[in-house]
């Protein structure tokens, strides 16, 4: 699949709006590829850059990004074996333990992911896992609640990317800690709702070492011409797969090393 921009500003602004609405009023679309199937991942970039721009100058804050279908896990449930990455803004924020609505989502999953917090700016091309871990002031365990816009959480890679790679909301949470003191590549973690395991896994799962998914992202940025700036909070993908949650759930991410982070849902 070649990668050229192939949409028109037209388009891409259409198709923007389409994707905005249903993120703003929860609901199911087609998609983007049933109507436009010579979509490229250039394409969807374009859109979701669309996306951001519209919603920073709503006054959402842009807080960092994340990093999307970095394990077999997540490819295989999605059938979609190429990683992608998302913006992040200050609205998809919820504390730990909170109450999260699903009134005002499609058909949320919940994911357990190792956080990266920054300290220095990062800039592609050829973004390493030590040029992370060195500019990296901590790593934290977070749920990230992805919600696709499309029908039946069915996509391919240029539409899940224009739906800014399904974000939604996120939480983050347990025990920070310095990178260099923990290794970031053997953390297990459990994921549990209503008290019963639902997924287990390891960190290595993500691309082998998550701060190689953080350096992916990077590169990915450094192709649209941005960097990675200090501050960021970047999430580094579901470590297992995706679990779908309903009102009346909860839901508690226990990660070695890290301590645990919980959230609950209601309507
Ligand atoms: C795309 C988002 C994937 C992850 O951590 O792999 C993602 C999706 O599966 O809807 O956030
Ligand atoms: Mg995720």
Redesign the pocket.
């Known amino acids: 699949m070649s990668n050229e921009l192939t949409l028109s500003r037209e388009d891409i602004v259409r198709l923007c709006e389409r994707v905005e609405g249903a993120q703003r009023r929860a609901y199911a679309i087609p998609k983007l590829t049933d109507e436009y199937p010579a979509m490229t991942v250039a394409d969807g970039y374009a859109v979701q850059a669309e996306l951001r721009r519209r919603y920073l100058a709503q006054g959402h804050k842009l807080v960092g990004w994340?990093?999307?279908?970095?394990?077999k896990a997540?490819?295989q449930?999605?059938g979609?074996n190429v990683?992608?990455i998302?913006f992040l803004t200050d609205r998809m924020a919820r504390p730990e333990n909170s109450a999260v609505k699903t009134s005002d989502m499609v058909h949320p999953?919940v994911?357990c992911?190792v956080a990266f917090v920054t300290r220095k700016t990062l800039k592609g091309p050829g973004c390493t896992r030590q040029d992370v871990l060195d500019a990296t002031d901590y790593v934290l365990p977070a749920i990230?609640i992805?919600?696709?816009r499309f029908s039946g959480?069915k996509?391919d890679l240029p539409s899940?990317i224009a739906?800014n790679?399904?974000?939604a909301r996120y939480v983050g949470g347990g025990r920070a800690r310095y990178p260099g003191d923990v290794d970031l590549r053997t953390l297990g973690v459990v994921l549990e709702k209503n008290g019963e395991m639902v997924a287990m896994g390891a960190s290595a799962a993500v691309l082998g070492h998550p701060a190689d998914a953080i350096a992916l992202l990077v590169d990915i940025l450094a192709e649209q011409g941005e960097e990675l700036p200090a501050g960021s909070f970047v999430?580094?993908?579901?470590i297992t797969e995706?679990i779908a949650v309903k009102p009346g759930d909860s839901v508690v991410a226990r990660f070695q090393e890290l301590g645990s982070v919980s959230v609950r849902f209601v309507e």
């Open positions: 994340k990093a999307g279908l970095t394990s997540k490819m449930q999605m979609v990683p992608s998302g999953r994911e992911e990230e992805i919600d696709s959480f996509f899940v739906d790679g399904s974000s999430m580094s993908g579901g995706a």
